[in-house]
């Protein structure tokens, strides 16, 4: 790969920026430990070049210009190929202010380094085969995360869960391929027709497994970005009192998330390390009537946008016109039915409420006592994990691109399948899967074009 080439040496402020108990400067590349050397003087008057890799060194940045201390600063020295991008690198970690930080830095940067770009050091560690690229994507997604939950995914990812599952199916179809090339070469037609009908049964088996790992890739999107809810029902019901009482609950409430400001009325909680986004109602639900206030069309989108409803009625008065009219609004919508208020005496037809509810999950709760508080939560739970993924266990795919990927290498088995039906010859299915196979390839980064990889690496901050 010619972009192997390019080990020019590169350095960035690899910390947050701001103030920081310490921070750190990141150097890479041949030049690496030449630059430290001319750089830091450690107590014991020992040079980086005679430091001992994977040792903390304990010294100072002498700007070699002025002879002026810059900062006490601890080193480190990794050689290649024991090291994050398989190159030299030298990390110094200083005070954690900006300025010794810029200093440091501006240093190696006169000393023949250049500015990292963004995600570099990640990309040369794709580049070395130290990462795949759904592994190096995982980079970016732990740096984002914002619940235990999308941590955890990103995490087993990688560690290369979903590399491992995309390398065995990616086996799985250059075997079919080497199957039907094995029976291109046997005259008699029936051993080409019995390899048709095994692949084709393995075909189906591929298939499977990859809306398997597209059926996560929901679940991924709602980690990443919160679950999208909208808590409706008529005036004085609890809607109010439940987005309190689940603020109060969740005791790791998520509010860095980019877009939440303080006149938001977006509230986040974190449900079983799921990330809600709650989409308050608050400018509709101290009026006498939703629809009415915003108008059917308003209403209908607001609960349109949203992955889950949660409409409340009021278990001590019987169902309203407006109960039923919010509950219309519900078709085809992801909704739980709260019916609150149950410690007052009942005055709701169950019998009516069915009749409109359908088979909703209903829950009933009394926010006063903090009853149903509890099964609420399990249930928000389940509809997201739908049972089937144990978070963080399994394979996921947790990136739109992962996602699309998949989506197309089922098109494209989908097209040998029915190359195989229509009774062409084995080389036109070899083609159709080996599209297949080359799809696969683009997730962990086996197939893939340099101008696909630059962009992925754009979306990281510098000095990752
Ligand atoms: P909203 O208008 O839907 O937001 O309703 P609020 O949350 O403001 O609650 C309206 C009233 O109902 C308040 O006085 C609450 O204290 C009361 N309330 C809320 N939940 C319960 C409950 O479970 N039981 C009883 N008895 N009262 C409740
Ligand atoms: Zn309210």
Redesign the pocket.
């Known amino acids: 790969m010619n972009m192997l080439t390019d080990n020019d040496t590169i350095s960035a402020i690899a910390t947050a920026v701001g103030e920081g108990g310490i921070g750190i400067v990141r150097i890479s590349g041949n030049k690496a430990v030449a630059i430290a050397n001319r750089l830091f003087s450690s107590k014991s008057g020992k040079q980086a070049a005679r430091i001992v890799s994977h040792q903390v060194v304990y010294g100072d940045i002498i700007d070699p210009e002025s002879g002026e201390t810059v900062d006490e600063v601890l080193l480190i020295l990794m050689r290649a190929p024991r090291s994050y991008t398989r190159e030299d690198v030298v990390e110094i970690h200083c005070h954690g202010g900006p300025v010794p930080l810029q200093r440091i830095l501006e240093l190696t940067l006169v000393l023949g380094s250049r500015l990292a770009e963004p995600g570099e050091f990640t990309k040369r560690a794709f580049l070395h085969g130290r990462l795949d690229l759904a592994q190096a994507e995982a980079v970016i997604d732990i740096i984002r995360s914002k619940t235990d939950a999308s941590l955890k995914t990103a995490v087993g990812n990688l560690s290369g869960l979903l590399s491992t599952e995309i390398k065995h199916l990616r086996h799985v179809i250059l075997s079919m391929i080497a199957q039907l090339e094995a029976a291109i070469d046997f005259p008699e037609e029936d051993i080409e027709e019995a390899a048709a009908a095994d692949v084709a049964q393995l075909i189906i088996q591929v298939q499977a497994d990859v809306d398997k790992l597209l059926a996560t890739a929901q679940t991924g999107r709602i980690l990443r970005e919160g679950l999208a809810t909208v808590i409706i029902?008529?005036?004085?019901?609890?809607?109010?009192?439940?987005?309190?009482a689940l603020l109060r609950e969740t005791r790791a409430i998520v509010t860095d998330i980019p877009g939440t400001t303080r006149d938001s009325i977006e509230e986040y909680v974190n449900i079983r390390g799921i990330p809600l986004k709650i989409i308050d109602t608050a400018g509709i639900?101290?009026t006498t009537d939703i629809v009415e206030r915003i108008g059917v069309e308003k209403a209908k989108a607001l609960v349109k946008q949203a992955d889950l409803v949660l409409l409340?009625l009021d278990a001590?008065m019987p169902l309203a016109p407006e109960d039923r009219a919010i509950l219309e609004l519900l078709a085809g919508q992801q909704a739980i039915i709260i019916v609150?208020?149950?410690?007052?005496p009942p005055l709701l037809d169950f019998t009516a409420l069915e009749q409109y509810s359908g088979n909703r999950l209903v829950v009933r709760?009394?926010?006063?006592?903090g009853e149903g508080l509890a099964e609420l939560e399990e249930i928000i739970a389940n509809l997201v994990y739908q049972g089937q993924v144990s978070q963080g266990e399994a394979a996921f795919v947790n990136n739109v691109r992962h996602a699309d990927a998949l989506r197309q290498t089922n098109q494209r088995l989908a097209e040998a399948l029915a190359t195989i039906e229509r009774g062409l010859p084995p080389d036109c299915v070899v083609v159709d899967l080996r599209a297949a196979w080359e799809k696969l390839g683009e997730i962990t980064g086996d197939t893939i074009g340099e101008d696909i990889i630059d962009q992925i690496f754009a979306q990281f901050c510098i000095g990752k």
Do not use: F
């Open positions: 029902g008529k005036p004085n019901v609890g809607k109010s009192s439940l987005l309190n639900h101290e409340l001590s609150n208020k149950s410690d007052l709760t009394s926010i006063t006592l």
